[in-house]
C-alpha cells in the first residue's frame, strides 16, 4: 500500500494560480501512473490529469493548456499546477497512485475559486 500525502490546496480568486503537490511513500517504485481527480458534492470523482512514470501526461478537456501536471520519481512526487483558474475548478481534488497491484488514494485537499 502506498500513502499519499496532498497540499497546496485552498482558496484563489478566478484567474489565479494554486499548485498541488502529492508525496507518496511505501512501495515507490511500484507506482506506473500517479494523478489526479477531482470531485464535488453530488458528481462523480473525474480525472483532471495523471502522468506516466516516462512522464507522459493525460489531461481533461476542460483543464488542458491551464493545468500542468509533473512528477519527480526520485521524490515519488506528482505536482499539479493550475494556472488561470475557473470557478468550475472549484472541487476538492485527491491525488491517486496506480501501479502492480496498486490503487491508492490521498486524502483530498479543498480548492475553492472565486468568481
Known amino acids: 500500500q502506498v500513502q499519499l500525502v496532498e497540499s497546496g490546496g485552498g482558496w484563489v480568486q478566478a484567474g489565479g494560480s494554486l499548485r498541488l503537490s502529492c508525496a507518496a511513500s511505501?512501495?515507490?517504485?511500484?507506482?506506473?501512473?500517479m494523478g489526479w481527480y477531482r470531485q464535488v458534492p453530488g458528481k462523480q470523482r473525474e480525472l483532471v490529469a495523471r502522468i506516466t512514470r516516462g512522464g507522459s501526461p493525460t489531461y481533461a478537456d476542460s483543464v488542458k493548456g491551464r493545468f500542468t501536471i509533473s512528477r519527480d520519481n526520485a521524490k515519488n512526487t506528482v505536482y499539479l499546477q493550475m494556472n488561470s483558474l475557473k470557478f468550475e475548478d472549484t472541487a476538492v481534488y485527491y491525488c491517486n497512485a496506480v501501479g502492480s497491484g496498486i490503487n491508492d488514494w490521498g486524502q483530498g485537499t479543498q480548492v475553492t475559486v472565486s468568481s
Open positions: 511505501g512501495i515507490g517504485f511500484s507506482i506506473n501512473y
